[in-house]
């Protein structure tokens, strides 16, 4: 089964739109972290935000924060005031603590920003 | 900043070649990884390693061995190059130990086996 699911393959979003990328997860370890990923058509994976599963509050770095609904074990990444350059491939991905250091990935979300 | 430096963006090689992906990080991180990434398929683990000399299988490690002879260091084997692993290679490195650490990806290497 998987462990990440990311159900929407692809979304157009117009800029300056605020747009939600949907993340659902399914673990049994109480202590685990989640990530988010961005990565342009380059190809290079960059870091975007942390959120564990003990945090209280959501997390938030600049125009990303995370929605965090842990009974629901969903974590959507939303990027507020979308810009062109967003435009990329979005992963969640899930770290448990009971497995060491590897992280888990999602199959993606592709996001295109129209201008 | 974190640097993960793959040793090339495009390689094409032939099959039953051996092929060898670097892979430095100049961090100081424990733990390093290597990916392949495909179409519809996401990142898949191939071998991850956490200091050095160690190694260990991660999800697809068929075809593939690895070597970590210095920390810093991670490199990816392909011991008979196949049509099928052609693909994208992503090495990433991160800090052992602390839950919170991201791993840091480098720039991939786009790999066609001919």
């Known amino acids: 089964a998987q462990k990440i699911t990311q159900t929407q393959p692809g979304m157009f979003v117009q800029e300056k739109e605020a747009v939600t990328l949907d993340c659902t997860y399914d673990?049994?370890?109480?202590?685990?972290?989640l990530f988010w990923y961005k990565q342009p058509s380059s190809g290079e994976m960059i870091f975007l935000i942390y959120?564990?599963?003990?945090?209280?509050q959501n997390a938030t770095e600049g125009r990303y924060s995370l929605n965090f609904q842990k009974a629901r074990k969903s974590a959507n990444l939303v990027i507020s005031a979308s810009q062109l350059g967003d435009s990329a491939m979005y992963f969640c991905?899930?770290?448990?603590?009971?497995?060491?250091?590897?992280?888990?990935f999602g199959k993606g979300t592709r996001l295109h920003i129209l201008p | 900043d974190v640097k993960v430096t793959q040793s090339s963006r495009y390689l094409v090689k032939r099959t039953g070649e051996k092929v060898f992906l670097e892979c430095v990080q100049d961090?100081?991180?424990?733990?390093m990884f290597w990916y392949r990434q495909d179409p519809g398929l996401g990142l898949r683990l191939i071998y991850f390693?956490?200091?050095?000399?160690?190694?260990e299988k991660g999800d697809i490690p068929e075809g593939y061995s690895v070597s970590r002879e210095k920390k810093e260091r991670f490199s990816l084997i392909l011991e008979s190059a196949s049509t099928n692993q052609t693909s994208m290679y992503l090495c990433?490195?991160?800090?052992?130990?602390?839950?919170?650490?991201?791993?840091?990806f480098g720039d991939g290497t786009r790999l066609s086996i001919l």
């Open positions: 990433a490195s991160s800090r052992g130990g602390r839950g919170n650490q991201p791993q840091h």
């Open positions: 959120q564990g599963s003990y945090d209280q």
């Open positions: 961090m100081d991180h424990e733990n």
């Open positions: 991905a899930m770290r448990e603590e009971n497995r060491d250091d590897k992280i888990i």
């Open positions: 390693s956490y200091d050095v000399k160690m190694k």
């Open positions: 673990t049994s370890d109480p202590s685990y972290g």
